[in-house]
C-alpha cells in the first residue's frame, strides 16, 4: 500500500516570537514547525507539550525517523 502525507498543516500554537498560529511542516529528513509571518523555523520537541489535534494527526501520519 502506497500512502501519501501532507507536507504540511495549519495548527492553533503560537509562534514563540510573534505570536500568530505555527504551521508543522516536513522534508524528507525532519519535521517542524513553521511561522509564515515570521518566517522562523523551531524544533519539532519544544512544542510537543502544546500539542493540538492538527500536530497530532499529522505526527500519525509520519515515519518515525521524521521526528
Known amino acids: 500500500m502506497f500512502f501519501r502525507s501532507s507536507r504540511e498543516k495549519q495548527t492553533t500554537v503560537l509562534c514563540p516570537e510573534c505570536a500568530k498560529a505555527l504551521l508543522i511542516k516536513r522534508t524528507c529528513h525532519e519535521a517542524y514547525m513553521y511561522c509564515g509571518h515570521c518566517e522562523k523555523s523551531f524544533e519539532l520537541k519544544d512544542f510537543i507539550p502544546q500539542m493540538d489535534a492538527a500536530m ?9 525517523n521524521r521526528i
Open 56 to 64: 497530532e494527526e499529522f505526527l500519525e501520519n509520519l515515519y518515525s
